[in-house]
């Protein structure tokens, strides 16, 4: 089977890139900006690179070539008003409640700017807003194009005068980038959600907030971004209540419950090596049963479980709403491996339930202590798999000491209101409160895994190409549409169907 190489994903990004800047030299300032978005996604989907200087000087262009009367505009500050981007209004999605909280904390004036606004999807942050007085939401207005919509969200802040502006930014928000390049005299937060991924987002901001000791290694080494501006607060999860679910009674009764999910491409990978831990751990103890919660591609899990004759053992359940309800029903967390998932393993964590992770030696800068055991020294942690298994055999069969590792994590996580003074402080004095440690990261062993991921059953970076680029990636991608046939064969019965979407399709130029 024809793979990828990084060749190949070179010469993508560069057209792409070079689509956007002729784009630009022809005023079509709507697709170049389309197409950097486009080419920050390509590098995401390989981080092969974490930044991209070239890019951040187009959109700085784009930025006075559309506000070309208004670019660098003295705006004076109005003490106490911030302004909060956010890309992805969502309830429990991103650290939107967590810096929003933050904020309304400080007593401040906020102008709260959602790129997608769907209230179906934001009900406990619209509740949240709506209880404070002195906030403003600014919502998207349909039908406008990157242009108009930088212009009327430009003239919004202005007439705000904010003292600070936060952006929490998708990795390719080009769109957001470009616009907020015309404020460089007021000072800028980017709220850094994918410290393993490429940014876009240097040129327009002055400091990078980063949740863990990896992303400021990154900011560092990758992005070049000074180490008085690199700025580390930790966060917390968001809990909701609701009813529990339940689980199926009748082999859950009298089980010890191990927990684990999360998306399923977090488990394939590394010779299965999650595999082979589940599997060890259910065949050593007898009293165990391990629920799966997770997301996507579940097929290759369901027939590990088939083989081995282990449907008594393994259980898969879809994503729940009830997650905070599943894991106080449950005694311990098992971390995802090869892609580890933080977010799971702070609900155990404030659940008081201890985590279980394995990971490889060289791979420290991906251990999971890093999103939970915030200036502590707790081991969670595995390089070795008859360690791993010695301490689940400790945890499955004595319940006082699983209790008492449990405590020792829920008293390591960051709470709400240490969350919100550090967040203070870091406003007040610009600089950390507690220490980052610069530490040894792998880029080469990154991206090769990514590029793995994209080769295996991972289909979005060819859906993309084909997306964006319709029936004139066949001219542009020639050896992407090749290995993405398998997702055009529905569209391929006939030649004359080729032949007429070409017709139809507008040239990418």
Same mark, same amino acid.
């Given at each position: 089977?024809?793979?990828?190489? %990084? ?8 057209? @792409? ?43 700085? *262009? ?58 179906? %999807? ?19 207005? /349909? ?40 404020? /460089? ?48 607060? /930790?966060?917390? /999860? ?52 391990? @629920? ?31 997650? $905070? ?25 404030? $659940? ?10 060289? %791979? ?25 298994? +010695? ?20 008293? +390591? ?18 600089? $950390? ?15 090769? *895994?990514?590029?793995?991921?994209? $080769? ?5 970076? *060819? ?32 030649? *004359? ?13």
């Amino acid at each position: 089977m024809t793979k990828l190489t %990084k060749s190949d994903i070179l010469r993508v990004y560069q057209k @792409i890139k070079q689509l956007a800047v002729k784009s630009y030299g022809k005023e079509d300032y709507n697709n170049s900006i389309k197409y950097i978005s486009i080419a920050a996604r390509v590098a995401v989907y390989f981080n092969w690179i974490y930044s991209d200087e070239e890019l951040e000087c187009l959109t700085n *262009k784009l930025s006075k070539s559309i506000l070309t009367d208004h670019w660098g505009k003295n705006i004076p500050g109005t003490k106490g008003r911030y302004v909060f981007y956010d890309f992805r209004a969502v309830d429990n999605v991103c650290l939107t409640q967590q810096y929003l909280r933050a904020l309304i904390a400080t007593d401040a004036e906020i102008l709260y700017i959602p790129e997608v606004w769907n209230p179906a %999807k934001a009900q406990s942050i619209i509740s949240e807003l709506s209880a404070y007085p002195k906030i403003t939401i600014i919502k998207p207005t /349909p039908g406008l194009n990157y242009t108009e919509k930088i212009k009327q969200l430009f003239k919004e802040i202005c007439n705000f005068a904010p003292e600070k502006i936060f952006l929490q930014l998708a990795p390719w928000s080009a769109f957001a980038v470009t616009l907020f390049n015309a404020f /460089p005299g007021i000072t800028k937060y980017y709220i850094d959600l994918n410290d393993h991924s490429f940014n876009l987002g240097t040129s327009c901001t002055d400091y990078t907030i980063e949740f863990r000791h990896r992303g400021c290694t990154v900011a560092m080494e990758k992005r070049q971004i000074p180490e008085n501006k690199i700025l580390y607060l /930790p966060y917390y /999860p968001i809990i909701s209540q609701r009813e529990f679910a339940g689980f199926p009674k009748s082999v859950t009764k009298d089980k010890v419950i191990l927990l684990s999910g999360g998306s399923f491409y977090k488990i394939y990978g590394d010779n299965d090596t999650y595999f082979k831990i589940v599997k060890r751990l259910v065949q050593e103890n007898s009293n165990l049963l391990i @629920i799966y919660v997770g997301i996507g591609y579940d097929t290759k899990f369901k027939q590990f479980i088939k083989d081995n004759k282990l449907n008594d053992r393994i259980i898969i359940l879809n994503f729940r709403k009830d997650i $905070n309800e599943v894991f106080q029903h449950c005694d311990i967390y098992l971390a995802t491996y090869p892609f580890g998932g933080g977010l799971m393993c702070q609900y155990a964590a404030v $659940n008081g339930k201890p985590v279980l992770a394995y990971n490889r030696p060289e %791979k420290k800068s991906d251990f999971i202590e890093s999103v939970i055991c915030d200036q502590t020294d707790i081991k969670i942690t595995y390089t070795n798999l008859d360690e791993l298994a +010695a301490e689940a055999k400790k945890l499955i069969h004595d319940e006082n000491y699983r209790y008492q590792k449990g405590l020792l994590l829920k008293n +390591a996580i960051l709470t709400p209101e240490q969350f919100n003074k550090r967040f203070q402080s870091l406003l007040i004095a610009g600089h $950390n409160e507690f220490p980052y440690s610069k530490i040894d990261i792998d880029y080469d062993a990154f991206f090769d *895994k990514y590029l793995e991921r994209q $080769n295996g059953r991972s289909k979005t970076f *060819k859906t993309l190409i084909l997306s964006k680029f319709k029936w004139w990636a066949l001219f542009l991608f020639p050896k992407i549409v090749y290995v993405s046939l398998p997702l055009l064969i529905p569209f391929l019965k006939s030649p *004359k169907i080729i032949l007429r979407k070409l017709k139809e399709s507008t040239i990418v130029d």
